[in-house]
């Protein structure tokens, strides 16, 4: 198995801010995602964090508003920018592990209320 | 606790129970199906997983059942547990791909 924590658990912003939200896993990584859980319904896919090129988007997320990093195989970075109230969401990094052939696993989530 | 769930479908049962948690799915083409366990202010937990080429799979007190044929997976509990009260999802790999789509999820409440 593999354990993926996220940076920070929780948080509280104003509009048209920008949030970073951090992802490590603590195993060797295949594939890293990112979901958007909003509340009382479930995960949507934004993108695949692709390591040392830009990500893979989802219908309906795009790159300035959700820009994403993976520098190496174990961590990734979502940013969610100029943030509105409907960005008040859990917001989950997931991954696939070299030892999971088809295991995902998920982090915590970050809960990102938006005022 | 988080707000995950509250404006899911709901399945009370007491506890001793067997449940059965259902579960629709979307492309005829998918090749693999979990479903995952998330309580409240957690990440989704895997259960137990299935294959497109299997019609079911058991695992400890969890059996998963498969119907291509109508898109159709179920996820039965046996002697549900006050500790099974969670939000069950669902979800399926589309073929060539690793990412998954979710369905809408079940919330189980066990009672004492």
């Known amino acids: 198995s593999a354990v993926i924590s996220q940076k920070p658990s929780r948080d509280i912003c104003q509009r048209g801010t920008s949030l970073t939200i951090q992802c490590q896993v603590d195993s060797q990584v295949t594939m890293m995602f990112w979901y958007r859980q909003q509340p009382g319904q479930s995960l949507t896919l934004i993108a695949t964090a692709n390591q040392g090129s830009e990500a893979t988007y989802e219908s309906g997320f795009v790159i300035d508003k959700f820009p994403i990093s993976r520098p190496n195989l174990t961590f990734s970075t979502l940013t969610v920018s100029n943030m509105s109230p409907e960005d008040s969401s859990i917001y989950l990094c997931s991954a696939v592990t070299s030892g999971s052939i088809n295991e995902q696993f998920f982090g915590p989530g970050t809960r990102l209320t938006v005022l | ?112």
């Open chain 2, 1 to 112: 606790g988080e707000s995950v769930g509250l404006h899911l479908p709901t399945l009370s049962v007491q506890e001793g129970d067997n449940s059965i948690i259902n579960c629709a799915y979307s492309n005829s083409a998918s090749d693999y199906f979990i479903w995952y366990k998330q309580e409240s202010g957690k990440g989704p937990q895997f259960i137990i997983d299935i294959r497109s080429n299997m019609d079911k799979r058991q695992g400890q007190r969890v059996t998963v059942l498969l119907n291509k044929t109508v898109k159709h997976l179920s996820l039965q509990i046996a002697a549900t547990q006050p500790g099974d009260s969670a939000v069950y999802f669902c979800a399926e790999r589309y073929p060539g791909f690793q990412k998954l789509v979710f369905g809408t999820g079940t919330r189980l409440l066990v009672s004492p």
